[in-house]
DNA sequence: GCGGGCTTACTTACCAGTAAGTAAGTGTGG
DNA sequence: CCACACTTACTTACTGGTAAGTAAGCCCGC
């Protein structure tokens, strides 16, 4: 509706390229995190934000190239409230987790998004997949490393194979919990929880008791 | 499973009504497990027992049904090899969790199916959230009970709340083991994870070491 | 400082593919 | 002979993706 009047009514200020892409990666993220990669459209996406779906694919190419910066946009996003700082180590990265978990428990849509896309990742030949077989990989080789590092200040030595496997069961009960925390909220507190358990694995690896405390 | 699928068998003899949904109920297994729920179709479902997606149709109704039916159907199978026939309890009842997690290693399909869904039942409307959900309910319930014949045996009064968390996280780190075991199968031993993680739990809940052995 | 050309950010229209579901017809075993 | 298992043929509803057109902003010679 061309207006030739000269009119301007509430004249909506064009976004820039910039500011687009991040609206549309929020909304993609919500769309995923609520419908699942597969089952969330293109044109839901772009419902979101007042486009056309053909609107999105200009800015971003393809669904799965959407996926992939979506991904990376969580990533970017969680580590904002980590202050500039690099992945702490030791203690200081078990009561990171602990703190995330309790921040998590504001996120449903962040937490949900995460939960779907783990969860849809392991179907055959999904785009998401290696995605999540890397940080998974990642977060073992961090979180075992830290364990050593403990274990090195309290002068335990480790079973062979030992820090990895208590590096996976902390990276298992922290997945698990939010997807219990997702179904049903009131039966699962987040963040105790996942202090708990965190706790537990590394009592039992270390052999005497672990306090996270902090925060 | 019966049926030996002679499918190039000009002259196969017509399935009776129970054998042809048993038949197309392992195949909808195979199919939501390896694609998931939105993902896998009719059409595959259909052509894995040689017929058409109608004919599925004309057995179930409609996919909802068919994957209500599927879930019980696993419940079925589940409960199948444990000749008991009751859950067990206390003990007996973690040393039952292990063993199963050492025969899910064996049983690639159907852990992949229990995770597809699981992870897709957190998105909106999604037709198995209750049942998803419902499970974890009766699970935390039935572990919960458990580690308070635990703590009762050894005379330990546990805090409240304790025995839920412990349950919760037991449930958890099963859970995310088995993810992280689909995308990197060499990373991860379900098993030792597995029982490594619970004997954790157990001993941080109990305050005491506990092994849990057998089989 | 302003008109023209170029780029950006979309829209509309359409494509081919695939989904679930339905209705009606067909072959066959009992 | 006829109920049932199933197929064929179809509808409706979307999907992601493409092509082409358009309106608005931005830079530049003049």
Redesign the pocket.
Known sequence: M?DATGQAAPKAK????DE?REEILAAATRVFGSKGYHQG????VAAQVG?????V???FG???KLLWEVLEYRDRVDVQHLEGKHIPGGMELFRHLVTTARLNADRRGIVQAYAVLTGESVTDGHPASTWVAERFSVLRGEISQAVRELAAERDVTLPEGEPERAAAAVIAVMDGLQLQWLLDPEAVDLASATGFAIESILTATLGAAVRIAGS
Chains 1, 2 share one sequence.
Do not use: E, F, Q, Y
């Open positions: 061309p064009r976004p820039t390229r687009r459209s293109l044109v839901d486009i056309t779906h053909a609107g694919l200009h800015h393809s669904k799965d």
